[in-house]
C-alpha cells in the first residue's frame, strides 16, 4: 500500500556530515507526521527528530543543534541532515510516517522503513 524507502545512510568520519532521505509512495493522501528514529547496538530505538505536516519539529537533546529535519510536502520526502557526527551517532536510522491514504475516510496508517545504516569512523 504504502512503501518508504530510505538512502544516504553509509560510513563518515567524525565531525562529518551525512544527509538521509525518505520517500514514501504508494496511496497517500496526506502525511500527517514524519519521523526518524535510529536504534545502535544493544540499545532502545529512540525517536531522534519529527516533523509535523504544519512543519513543527522535535529532537532528542542529543542532537540538538547538529540535525535538522525537514520534508517535502509535494515530494512526500522527509530529510534528516546530520551535521558534526560522533560515533554515538551511529545505528540503523529508521523513517517512519503516519499516513491518510485517501480524502474519504479519516483511517491512519502508520509505516516504516527498512533502515539504513550509519557508520562513524573515528
Known amino acids: 500500500q504504502v512503501q518508504l524507502v530510505e538512502s544516504g545512510g553509509g560510513l563518515v568520519q567524525a565531525g562529518g556530515s551525512l544527509r538521509l532521505s525518505c520517500s514514501a509512495s504508494?496511496?497517500?493522501?496526506?502525511?500527517?507526521?514524519m519521523d526518524w528514529y535510529r536504534q545502535a547496538p544493544g540499545k532502545q530505538r529512540e525517536l531522534v527528530a519529527a516533523i509535523t505536516s504544519g512543519g513543527r519539529t522535535n529532537y532528542v537533546d542529543s542532537v540538538k543543534g547538529r540535525f535538522t529535519i525537514s520534508r517535502d510536502n509535494a515530494k512526500n520526502t522527509v530529510y534528516l541532515q546530520m551535521n558534526s557526527l560522533k560515533p554515538e551517532d551511529a545505528a540503523v536510522y529508521y523513517c517512519h510516517a503516519v499516513v491518510q491514504p485517501d480524502s474519504t475516510r479519516p483511517n491512519m496508517f502508520s509505516y516504516w522503513g527498512q533502515g539504513t545504516q550509519v557508520t562513524i569512523s573515528s
Open positions: 504508494g496511496n497517500i493522501f496526506r502525511i500527517n507526521a
